[in-house]
Nanobody
Framework: QVQLVESGGGLVQPGGSLRLSCAAS????????MSWYRQAPGKERELVAK????????NYADSVKGRFTISRDNFRNTVYLQMNSLKPEDTAVYYC?????????WGQGTQVTVSS
């Protein structure tokens, strides 16, 4: 079955960096775009970044442009989110996502907390 397993979250000080990973299985990873979403307490889940199936193109939420970079390794079936210059408002649960066969697929999420 389809599985998306995130890792790499944690507690980091403002200005710090983290790299999230999402290991995918159960589907042909290289065929599909992949995305990262996040959900802060009391807020709706929002799209952070999306990358095409080949990795040739990506787009970002305005709030993270210039600080976050999404990438993928189609040999390792893994998508990454490099997060630099983290701010307290980046605190959220981060989810890996793909959409195919008419429905979204989600990982379990990984907590990112930015605090001094």
């Amino acid at each position: 079955q389809v599985q998306l397993v995130e890792s790499g979250g944690g507690l980091v000080q403002p200005g710090g960096s983290l790299r999230l990973s999402c290991a995918a299985s159960g589907f042909t990873f290289s065929f599909y775009a992949m995305s990262w979403y996040r959900q802060a307490p009391g807020k709706e889940r929002e799209l952070v970044a999306k990358i095409t199936s080949s990795g040739g193109s990506a787009n970002y939420a305005d709030s993270v442009k210039g600080r976050f970079t999404i990438s993928r390794d189609n040999f390792r079936n893994t998508v990454y989110l490099q997060m630099n210059s983290l701010k307290p408002e980046d605190t959220a649960v981060y989810y890996c996502n793909s959409y195919f066969l008419g429905r979204p697929y989600w990982g379990q999420g990984t907590q990112v907390t930015v605090s001094s």
